[in-house]
Nanobody, 116 residues
Framework: QVRVVESGGGLVQPGGSLRLSCAGSGFTFNTYGMRWYRQAPGKERELIVSISRVGGGSINYADSVKGRFTISVDNAKNTVFLQMNSLKPEDTAVYYC????????WGKGTLVTVSS
């Protein structure tokens, strides 16, 4: 079954850090690109970071996370990580990952809440 599963969310204070994981299965992981998205309450899903090819490609960050978030890859584990530092309350959202091209069905996401 082709799917992606996100994990690692939680409650963190402003200025804190979290690392999210995205595990892919059922496809040749390093031949695809991967993207992280987030959806804040009452807002549309937003693309925040992409890597053009997991096996080695260009990385692009949305201005809203640039300099604070970092994407990385563990090819052996078919997993993409999102290291999030200096978190702000406005980073509160459900975070999703998906491959591209040919995105798969969306996973359940992982909730990140930034609050004191």
């Amino acid at each position: 079954q082709v799917r992606v599963v996100e994990s690692g969310g939680g409650l963190v204070q402003p200025g804190g850090s979290l690392r999210l994981s995205c595990a892919g299965s059922g496809f040749t992981f390093n031949t695809y690109g991967m993207r992280w998205y987030r959806q804040a309450p009452g807002k549309e899903r937003e693309l925040i970071v992409s890597i053009s090819r997991v096996g080695g490609g260009s990385i692009n960050y949305a201005d809203s996370v640039k300099g604070r978030f970092t994407i990385s890859v563990d090819n052996a584990k078919n997993t993409v990580f999102l290291q999030m530092n200096s978190l702000k309350p406005e980073d509160t959202a459900v975070y999703y990952c998906n491959r591209f091209p040919a995105p798969v069905n969306w996973g359940k996401g992982t909730l990140v809440t930034v609050s004191s």
